[in-house]
């Protein structure tokens, strides 16, 4: 592979450098949470889209508070919200 860097990978590359199945990225771009564009009859995804996916998913796990202890309505009591 060339030194260059590369704008837009496959599906294929995308799911390498994600760590994940090429059928799970399929279901992302499906899905809409992985940006990518047809091309004649492949699909490519941009390096960004890979990034901002990455940056996204660490974001909303890191805001996620576990075993927060939240009051149940009406009741008076906490439970744990996991």
Not at 19 to 39: D, H, N
Request: include cysteine.
């Amino acid at each position: 592979m060339h030194h260059e860097q590369l704008v837009a990978v496959d599906i294929r590359e995308a799911a390498r450098r994600l760590s994940l199945s090429p059928r799970t990225v399929a279901t992302l771009v499906s899905q809409g949470q992985l940006q990518s564009k047809k091309v004649g009859r492949r699909r490519i995804v941009p390096v960004t889209a890979l990034e901002a996916f990455v940056a996204h998913s660490t974001a909303s796990r890191e805001s996620r508070e576990p075993n927060v202890r939240r009051p149940i309505q009406g009741r008076g009591k906490a439970c744990d919200v996991l």
